[in-house]
């Protein structure tokens, strides 16, 4: 039986170093390519070895397709493509391909210049990388070889992020990467058509948690900074550079001048210009207000929004700083919490997910003595805050998705184990459809039972669908063909064609029916009381009586002997041959009932 | 059997309905706007000259189309408000069209007739760009109509006794009973609220009966041609593609192979011009009037080669010692058009994409509006009367001449011979469009940019993709009228291409004789497990 082969290689029951495996219909996908923020060891990437042990990966796979630029999706890709060596195509969406390599050396140039790592990818190899890159566009169908297919729909989640669909025959499977379901500031939300994959990946985030409106949580937050600013503290705001920094540059500019507010605003790193540029240029791929308005106003042009420069860090009075890393697992962002952290006026507000091992993560769940390099202790009395900003789908989005894909099964990511239990049980209950969690380098199966592509004769066709009444789309209707098997292609033909490609004589199959009819009367008048009895009723068929005194029905033949030694039984010999099964078996029963009693 | 009607006689702005397998499907919805240059301009300002024109007097004397018709230098034009060319509406019974696939934005001008005046509920389907610069040529032309009320409506000359009495070109002018006014900005919103919008090589289901896809065609952003395909039939509609390097995506030519039918529109206006050379010689003549002082009318469309001819005096004007002589861009929607050129990144060439990585904007005129060398404006009135400073270089339509801002400047620069209009827009003849301006001092040149292809490059095309059939306009069958020893301007294919003209029908050979159905597994498994001869398989299923 066909089957469908998943292993993630990261991303199975936990959050970060995004790279699931796929088999289907005998190609092999890599989707996503991440790194793991959590660990700083051969950890942080996936284990590729896993594919192949001492073949070239490009012999063994068919593609790669990333999802979105967030590293724990794309990470690992240059150490994947050339330090491992894989030469194949690499998908991704054009705001991906333009904004993954920037994130990519930005991560190079902490680890290797910051930490003073060796042995990891050089700018080089980033742009050697890239060049293996294939742009493709929203709902193009790009194929990736003759048999293998492969399509993205619009994610929201961060500028660029696609859904992708992997399509081979009729066996297909989807791969949500990350996604949102509810449009926020500068995004929209997901969409996928009812495509009814075999199986959807999709991330479980937020498995278990059921977010309250946008609105509330936005208002919240502006709350928060507006009260830190108000008493004199600062609030620092850990982000990614691109993605929801901008979403709460908008929120926060927008705030500013309706309440007239002067504390300064700060945007860290120099990414910032160039970040709000990329999302000029590919205004298309944010949400519909924000298009609509760009001619006038375009919304990525900040007015109260600064540079961030390191001196300001130590400025008195009240300011916002928006600084990069997210989770606060190095760079400027853990610069700045060490110096503000002490202050129980200032606040640190962690907008988005972290990874277990980060700063970020540690603050959030409760700590607040943390161990830094050098076995210094920090002291956390700064206030911590947590808004769900990351636009990643609730349970209700995932919900909603799978209601809108029609996945024969479903298989959990990106998420934790003890949440996406809970998910795969509502997903099972809800769907009836099966619901897997696989842990990393744990292979899920699936089977599946494509129908099979036939070519049909247009005139076995039309021949086969003319016969009888109109054709009644609501009925199914039987059809009679040779099915023909050539060169691994089906054909469905007439027997006839069939007999005639293949050379071979055709043989007749007769049925011959015996039935016993109790009448005294002449040969010849139960004939003509057979005929008019099947008359009578077979209206739509031509029943004839023919001179030599048989019948037919169509193509079959009714005669009448006499029974050899009782005159008073008639015997009706009915012939028909295999084609005509059907009509011949239906008249022997209707005569086995008898004639009618009076037959005027 | 699949017919195909022809709807309208313009070769580059086709329509055309295609039934295949059930379905009935639109090919673009091109508006023939040349009607209008029967009309008088309608001037911004009131013009003495256009109102002191005289009125037409018939041979025998009479006068009763004196408020109709005037004269201009020996022509005679319509004096009320412009009126297009519709396509046909009767050939066929519209409401049954099921969808429309356009392919660039010039040819879907008619679709606010087509979809709301036929009883049409079908679905449009067009890319983004295409939608968004149609969006805006519609709101160009509703505007520039719009803002010259116009009194009188002539209709007595279209009366058949009446037209036959008129001089050329009016008496031969056809259909003019079909012929319309402008539709409003409601009906353009109507119209486009009814596109769905697709990426190239998207592949679109229609009722499971037949797939259609676009690809990009290289002529305009977000330029497609159209498959339109079953699992054995394959037809290529081909319309306004273009294989030289501007700023659009390439066109893909790959995908049009083993077309059983390709139906070849929208080729070149001007086979015998070429591109390069004319934007070469658009430079120097500009460069010329202004240095002499004069003033550069360029009469163009809000969007598409003024795109190329910016890019190139980006790179001229340092050169050329053109840094301080203000380029103006005037239109309702200019600086839109250059807004929406800098975010279609991924419909554009690899070279505008890689720009685009950077991240910096594809195209340079967001440098030359920067550095204050270009400027753009919505009209004549308001900011631009105040910056308005000479000799300077002006962007502005309609390149009929008929409607907007360019009917200001001519009447404004016609009367002195150091200014120059330069034409660069093949839609228009040059010296129809000008003769309602005549007598004129002022310079003509005639620049001509057409990047569709030509005769040549559709040959090479026709040998690299092997249609099976070719079907065309009849226009492209023939020699030009006004070169017809030319021979080579003309498709020269095997087996000689089915040709069409307006209102005609055709039906499109080819038969299948298969069709693609699914099957269980479990009706194959007596197949698969029949050892009677392991190349040819074989079971009788019932």
């Not at chain 1, 699931?20 to 390519?33: E, H, P, R, T, W």
């Not at chain 1, 309250?212 to 937050?221: A, G, L, N």
């Not at chain 2, 380029?327 to 690899?350: D, G, K, M, R, T």
């Not at chain 2, 631009?384 to 009929?400: A, E, I, L, M, R």
Request: a neutral charge; charged letters at 20%; glycine letters at 6%.
């Amino acid at each position: 039986m066909p089957e469908i082969k998943v292993t993630p290689l990261g991303a199975g029951q936990d959050v970060g170093r995004s790279c699931i495996l796929v088999s289907i219909a005998g190609k092999n996908v890599m989707l996503d390519c991440g790194m793991h923020m959590g660990y700083n060891d051969d950890r942080r990437f996936p284990d590729f070895s896993y594919i192949t042990q001492n073949g070239r990966l490009t012999d063994f796979l068919d593609c790669v397709i990333i999802s979105h630029f967030h590293l724990d999706h794309c990470g690992a890709l240059p150490y994947f493509s050339e330090m491992v060596g894989y030469d194949g195509p690499i998908y991704m969406t054009h705001p991906t391909k333009a904004i993954c390599p920037i994130l990519l050396e930005d991560y190079r140039k902490i680890t290797v210049d910051k930490k003073g790592e060796t042995n990891f990818f050089t700018s080089q190899m980033i742009k050697d990388c890239m060049k293996k890159v294939v742009a493709v566009h929203l709902h193009q169908t790009v194929q990736v070889d003759e048999e293998l297919e492969i399509k993205a729909y619009y994610a929201g989640h961060v500028l660029g992020a696609a859904m992708f669909q992997i399509k081979v025959g009729c066996e297909s499977v989807v791969y949500t990467g990350d996604y949102n379901m509810t449009p926020d500031r500068h995004l929209g939300a997901a969409w996928i058509d009812k495509c009814r994959p075999d199986l959807l990946i999709t991330e479980s985030t937020y498995a278990t948690t059921i977010r309250d409106s946008k609105r509330c949580r936005e208002r919240d937050f502006l709350k928060k900074v507006h009260e830190t600013v108000e008493r004199g503290g600062k609030v620092l705001i850990p982000v990614f550079a691109l993605g929801r920094a901008q979403e709460l540059c908008i929120l926060l500019e927008t705030f500013w001048e309706r309440m007239n507010l002067k504390a300064p605003i700060y945007f860290s790193t120099g990414l910032t210009e160039k970040a709000n540029h990329y999302y000029k240029l590919f205004i298309t791929w944010t949400n519909q207000k924000i298009r609509k308005t760009f001619v006038q106003r375009n919304m990525f042009e900040f007015k109260h929004i600064k540079a961030f420069d390191r001196a300001f860090a130590d400025n008195p009075g009240p300011m916002v700083v928006f600084a990069t890393p997210g989770m606060l697992h190095a760079g400027q962002s853990l610069q700045i919490f060490r110096k503000w952290a002490g202050n129980e006026k200032n606040m640190v507000i962690m907008p988005g997910y972290c990874v277990q091992g980060t700063v970020g993560h540690k603050i959030l769940s409760g700590q607040r003595k943390l161990e830094m390099e050098g076995r210094q202790i920090l002291e956390v009395k700064m206030q911590v805050e947590y808004m769900s900003f990351s636009a990643h789908a609730d349970a209700k989005g995932i919900m909603q998705l799978i209601r809108q894909a029609e996945p024969r099964n479903v298989l959990l990511v990106h998420g934790e184990a003890k949440k996406m239990e809970f998910l795969k049980q509502k997903i099972e209950q809800e769907f009836h459809v099966n619901c897997y969690m696989p842990a990393n380098g744990e292979t899920t199966t699936i089977f599946t039972n494509p129908s099979i592509p036939v070519d049909i004769s247009l005139g076995l066709l039309k021949r086969e669908t003319a016969i009888g009444l109109l054709p009644d789309v609501k009925k199914p209707k039987l059809m009679h063909g040779t099915l023909m098997m050539k060169d691994n292609s089906f054909r469905l033909v007439s027997p006839e064609q069939a007999l005639k490609e293949l050379g071979l004589a055709e043989h007749q199959l007769r049925f011959t029916c015996r039935v016993h009819i109790q009448d005294p009367r002449k040969e010849h008048e139960t004939v003509l009381r057979v005929y008019n009895h099947l008359k009578g009723v077979l209206k739509d068929y031509s029943v004839q009586h023919l001179p030599d005194g048989s019948i037919t029905v169509e193509s079959i033949l009714i005669q009448a002997t006499a029974h050899s030694e009782d005159q008073g039984t008639k015997v009706l010999l009915v012939s028909w041959t295999y084609q005509d099964e059907e009509l011949g078996s239906y008249l022997t029963s209707l005569l086995k009932k008898g004639l009618p009693q009076s037959t005027a | 059997m699949k017919l195909h009607y022809c709807l309208s006689g313009h070769p580059t702005l086709p329509c055309n309905v295609l039934k295949f397998k059930s379905t009935t499907i639109m090919l673009d919805c091109g508006l023939d706007m040349t009607s209008t240059l029967n009309f008088l301009p309608l001037p911004l300002v009131q013009s003495p000259r256009l109102s002191k024109l005289p009125g037409w007097v018939l041979k025998d004397g009479s006068t009763f189309l004196d408020k109709e018709l005037k004269e201009c230098s020996g022509h005679v034009f319509v004096d009320s408000v412009p009126e297009f060319c519709l396509p046909e509406t009767e050939l066929l019974d519209l409401s049954t069209v099921d969808v429309i696939l356009i392919s660039n934005y010039h040819c879907m001008m008619a679709l606010p007739y087509i979809t709301e005046y036929t009883g049409f509920t079908g679905t449009v389907y067009a890319t983004e760009p295409t939608v968004q610069i149609g969006r805006l040529l519609m709101e160009e032309l509703v505007n520039s109509i719009e803002r010259v009320p116009k009194a009188q409506s002539a209709s007595m000359w279209k009366n058949k006794e009446v037209q036959r009495l008129l001089p050329v070109p009016l008496k031969d002018a056809v259909e003019v009973s079909m012929w319309r006014k402008c539709y409003t900005m409601p009906e353009v919103n109507a119209a486009l609220s009814k596109i769905q919008l697709v990426g190239y090589s998207q592949k679109i289901e229609l009722f499971g009966a037949v797939q259609v896809t676009p690809l990009s065609s290289g002529y305009a952003l977000g330029s497609s041609n159209w498959i339109i395909q079953s699992h054995y039939e394959k037809v290529s509609y081909v319309s306004g593609s273009s294989l030289l390097t501007t700023h659009p995506q390439p066109m893909d030519q790959a995908s049009l192979k083993n077309s059983d039918v390709l139906i070849l529109t929208g080729l070149t206006q001007i086979p015998t011009a070429n591109p390069d050379g004319m934007v070469g010689e658009f430079c120097s003549n500009l460069a010329m009037t202004v240095r002499n002082g004069g003033n550069v009318l360029v009469p163009c469309y809000p969007s598409g080669v003024i795109y190329d001819l910016l890019e190139c005096l980006y790179q001229y004007i340092d050169s050329a010692g053109l840094s301080n002589v203000p380029f103006y861009f005037i239109s309702p929607v200019a600086n839109s058009s250059l807004e929406f050129s800098q975010i279609f990144a991924e419909w554009l060439c690899h070279n505008k994409q890689t720009k685009v990585y950077l991240p910096e904007p594809p195209f340079p005129h967001a440098e030359l509006i920067q550095t204050n060398k270009l400027k753009h404006y919505p009209s004549i009135h308001g900011d631009f009367s105040n910056d308005f400073k000479q000799p300077c270089v002006v962007f502005t339509g309609h390149p009929s001449l008929r409607f907007g801002d360019v009917v200001h400047f001519m009447e404004l620069w016609g009367k002195s011979s150091l200014n120059t209009v330069i034409f660069t827009e093949p839609d228009f003849s040059y010296l129809d469009a000008l003769a309602p301006y005549q007598p004129l001092a002022m310079k003509c040149v005639y620049c001509p940019i057409d990047t569709r292809l030509n005769f040549i490059q559709v040959s090479k095309l026709l040998k690299e993709v092997q249609p099976l059939h070719v079907v065309c306009p009849e226009q492209y069958t023939q020699p030009p009228p006004t070169q017809s020893h030319r021979t080579d301007l003309m498709i020269d294919c095997q087996p000689p291409p089915m040709s069409y003209r307006r209102a005609e029908v055709l039906t499109l050979p080819y038969k299948r004789r298969y069709e693609k159905i699914e099957i269980m597994p479990e009706v194959t498994v007596p197949v698969m497990r029949n050892t009677f001869s392991p190349e040819e398989r074989y079971s009788v299923i019932c």
